[in-house]
């Protein structure tokens, strides 16, 4: 049955956003008050609803044959800034080109973004935000759900806007130099963007709509313009995070730190090996003693911190690991020495480590790995600890973001203890939880009501 009404509600949310998009607020009230009136109309011998019926729909009709005489022919650009952050509002520009030789008035340009409907499996997975306050009915027949989730796969809303009128372009352009009168057909507006979500939101076309005189149907114009803006995590403030690491050795040294090749500092010279880099050999005193000469560089030793992100859940989507990945975007933005390396580490489908500092990867980039990371659902915990000791003996601390206090991550966390790494734990969580403060002191919950003031006592 479930099955059934799943496959349903597509239907459902397509006949509604259609409505939606053909009828103003007044035409869906003359609508329902036509099927309404239809209904009480039937037997025309007991009441006169059936003439309320008759001119309800005689005005309708009307206002949808009003719309057959809109033509519009028109060119939009979006001017979209790189990114945008889930929590505040983003203004973008649009530019607007009248292709016609007619003033257009009483315009109203809405976006289309792209809607993935979810899968059944993600469906039955789902929890809504306050399920356990519905009734029986709407948790069993999941509507709401459904559109909960329809609401996250959009990504964003995008505020319709009123258009000025659109001046009519020239019947034939003049060629003449420096002359801009060929752009006055176009107009700039600008549009208000609030993001639902971190991720990718593809917009997929814009909507340029009329209303009849009645103003009760929309006559649609659709441009297909595609255009995607990645939206970043929501981030708290975080002060800047001491952990008291010493600095250990790294395998590749100045080339892993900077990316741009070798230092010029070198601790010696020695004769050339076969294998040695061309450009290291020292010229002047392989012409003073005849032989090749090489210089030898010194391998670094510097700090070098995880930030570990637990991804493993039994929900695809949720505050919880929403959260989780709001408080890893906020470590990665806190304030930090230039000379400290920070490996953004977690684990699903595969095992990643990005690195960013001392001339590698910025913050930036980080950032665009949290905005599409994804919750592991299938996989175990246990993904994630050989991850992590791969690369321990180069790391001088671990900061640990945990979805959970289970026994899987206090062995994890005892494990990085036992090799003497500084450790930040934090634990995301909706409930009170019991941990033992005298075995785990680096360990803190951060209570999902209170992200911010919990991450400001941290630092």
Sequence with gaps: MKRFLFHNFRIVYNLDRWMRQRFTKAGLLILT?????????????????YQL??????????????????????KVQRELPPFATVGETLYYQVKIQNKTQKLQRSLTLYENIKV???SFETFLKAKEPGHEKRNGFDNYVGYPRWLWLMHLSKGANVTE???????????????????????????????????????????TGMIIARPDPFGLVKAPYTINVSDSLLVLPKRYPVGEISLSGSRKYQRGGVNLAMSVGDSEEFISLREYRPGDPLRHIHWKSWAKIGKPVVKEFQDEFFVRHALILDTFTEQATGDIFETAVSVAASFACAPRSHEVLLDLMFAGTQTYCFTSGRGLANTDKLLEILA?????????????PPLVMEQA??????????????TPRQHFIQSLKNLGLPLLVTVISSTELEIDHKAFPEVHVLPLNAIADALVKLS
């Design 33 to 49: 008050s036509l099927i309404v009136a239809g209904a009480f109309g039937i037997d025309t011998r007991q009441n006169f609803a």
């Design 53 to 74: 019926f008759s001119l309800l729909l005689i005005l309708l009709l009307l206002a949808f044959l009003s719309n057959l005489r809109f033509r519009l022919q028109a």
């Design 116 to 118: 993935n409907p979810p």
């Design 161 to 203: 806007q009123n258009l000025p009128p659109l001046p009519p372009s020239l019947m034939k352009p003049l060629k003449v130099k420096n002359d801009r009168t060929n752009n006055r057909a176009s107009i700039s507006i600008k549009m208000t963007l609030e993001p639902l979500r971190r991720g990718y939101v593809h917009l």
């Design 372 to 384: 599409c990371v994804e919750a592991c659902t299938d996989q175990p915990f246990s993904r994630l």
């Design 393 to 406: 003996t180069s790391l001088s601390g671990c900061i640990c973001i945990l979805l959970d206090w289970d």
